[in-house]
């Protein structure tokens, strides 16, 4: 490079930084001046006075949105009635769950082609005495008998009991309860790598003290081995409040297999069995990672798996007591930073480098995870558009003024427009005169003197996966960002949320977090099935933008089957090879029947709540739901059904089957 080029790219280069320095200190500023505000009005006098009426005033309207948001007092009532069977029905999944005595005979008799063994592990350290018994007792009460339990107790002289009460089980147990007393104790990790020298099988499992299983639970992950040939396996699991497993506090159903989720948060958690081959000479818990070994080996033997299986049934029972971590993480901190290392460790595995690990609000151990973005790829924003001068002009001037990213250009898809309004736009865009006629498509698109942006005319019916497929034809970017002109930027790095995904090799598409001009949420991930035509749906459809989510979901970047084409994210080589959107859904679904082509090739879609956008959806093209575009969602929809009609029959693999696929927010399939 000639010195001349080579200071000239400095220079601009410094430029860019320096504009992004001020916008940055711009808003540092804005934000300190309303934090002085908002501090000198909350010390005036008046204002704490007055806070029992705003308690009330608050509450009223919190009521007022939920009303709302139900659809008034009927649909309010609705819920209550719901949410009320709902909690009849978690009754289903604590002992009336176990096996009838017919039902817990068939599965003793039942004879697989692979009669595995499987060694539990069960680290011992001062347990109750009460504990003890009846984690031994939920061993003991398997219908599939090919197991063997390892005991390495280091409890202390105080605590002689449990080898007491061991040594009795063992006794009675015909040789398949092995225990040993520790000289030392070795902690969680030391303790648990101490049953495994004691352990024959060629499945390994892994038991907390204080913890149940279910009666069945060997038996379906006996047979997900036999039929699947699983080398790793986990199932739904809840936490118990006392001495009984139906007074349950938390019911957490997981997703199948989903290493985003994994990464930011250990969902697999409980009950994990797992062949002994994935240890390939590893040590299994790694007293470096002490409060989070769980954590670290999830990773790495889930890593070296080749099928994960997910048995979605409730069979682990977590019990929470005072000092337990299912009582709260705050019991044992020192596990928080344990968990950054060990996700850190297997980032680092993956080649990842310069990323950033932190908690969010859901809790200490769930993370967002910055990656490193890559150099500075450009990113085409592709609009279609018609008329609706006021919302393309918020979005496009949301995305110039906001926007962090500098390298970007805007690719307006001109479909029908008939207003002056939108033809002088179109000119103040552009900086010139806009002539329909040229940027017609055979002469390709209109552009700004800088070239950020260009206008092209798709001449035609409506067909929203036309309109789009030819906006990305004329895209010179190496990434296509799909965007509605209904849409505003709230986040001002966006665009680096979605990219920081939409990068790495094995993510297909990237969608945001999206609200409706209430702060309701509009998108937060799609799910197969979902709804009343049985195609997909949003989840946590109209949950307030604060609110954490199931399970904390809100709060960290996963792995979905689909995203919202409002804002999707694609590498245009990617968008190019699963053929664009199919123009034979030409208003419906044919966001998620790309994504469902992108899963097809291999791929992970990635919602990410860190990329955050308002949506006031349908602004430009209303909302009927009568007459035409009634007839021709319904024939989509058929055609979805068809066309995707295996992926539907086997469910949402990131949506368990315990939740109902009528209601968006994760409640229980209850029976009407």
Sequence with gaps: MEETDYRESYEKEHLKCADLAGRIADLEA?????????????????????????????????????????????????????????????????????????????????????????????PLWNNERQYQEEVLDSVMNQTYANWELCLADGSDEAHSYIGEICKEYAARSDGRILYKHLEKNGGIAGN??????????????????????????LYEYVKAINEQNADYLYCDETTFKGDDINRMLTMHFKPDYAPDNLRANNYICHFSVFSRELLDGQELFRTKYD????????LRLTDNAKKIVHVPRLMYYWRSHSGSVAAGIEAKPYAIEAAKGAVAEHLRKHGYEHFKIESTRAFETI????????????????????????????????????????????????????????????????????????????????????????????????????VNNLGVEYATGEYVLLLNNDTEVITVNWMEELLMYAQRADVGAVGAKLYYGDKTIQHAGVVIGLGAHGTAGHTHYRQHRQNL??????????????????????????????????????????????????????????????????HYESVSRGLDDTGERARRYNLESERFRK????????????????????RSDYSLKVSE
């Design 192 to 217: 648990t790598n101490a049953c495994l020298q004691m352990a024959t099988g060629e499945y390994i499992g892994l038991l907390d003290q204080d913890d149940l299983l279910h009666p069945s639970v």
């Design 367 to 466: 993370f967002r995870i910055r990656y490193n973005i890559i150099g500075t790829p450009k990113i085409s924003i592709v609009i279609a558009n018609k008329d609706h001068e006021p919302d393309l002009r918020r979005c496009v001037s949301s995305i110039l003024e906001k926007s962090t990213y500098d390298n970007y250009e805007i690719v307006i898809v001109e479909n029908n427009s008939s207003t002056e309004e939108i033809r002088s736009y179109y000119s103040s865009l552009l900086g010139q005169d806009w002539q329909e006629d040229s940027a017609v498509r055979d002469s390709g698109p209109a552009k700004s003197a800088d070239g950020r942006i260009a206008i092209v005319v798709y001449r035609g019916e409506f067909n929203y996966s036309a």
């Design 291 to 298: 409060g989070s070994q769980d954590h670290d080996m999830i």
């Design 549 to 614: 989510g199931y399970m904390g979901r809100l709060c960290y970047a996963q792995d979905v089957t689909a995203v919202t084409g409002a804002c999707l994210l694609v590498k245009k080589s990617l968008y190019l090879s699963a053929g664009g959107l199919d123009e034979s859904f030409a208003v419906s679904l044919n966001d998620v029947d790309f994504c469902l082509k992108l899963r097809g090739m291999g791929l992970l879609n990635v919602f990410t709540p860190f990329a955050e956008l308002f």
């Design 30 to 122: 804005r934000n300190e001046e309303l934090e002085w505000k908002l501090n000198r009005i909350k010390n005036n006098p008046l204002w704490k006075a007055g806070r029992p009426a705003r308690d009330v005033l608050h509450w009223m309207i919190r009521q007022r949105d939920r009303l709302k948001n139900c659809g008034g007092l009927r649909g309010v009532l609705r819920k209550l009635a719901y949410k009320k069977r709902e909690r009849e029905a978690r009754g289903q999944f604590g002992t009336e769950s176990f096996p009838s005595p017919e039902q817990a005979a068939s599965e003793r008799e039942t004879v697989f082609p692979r009669m595995v063994k499987i060694s539990i592990l069960l």
């Design 643 to 662: 066309k995707w009609q295996k992926e539907l029959e086997a469910g949402d693999p990131y949506y368990n089957p315990n939740f109902s696929l009528d």
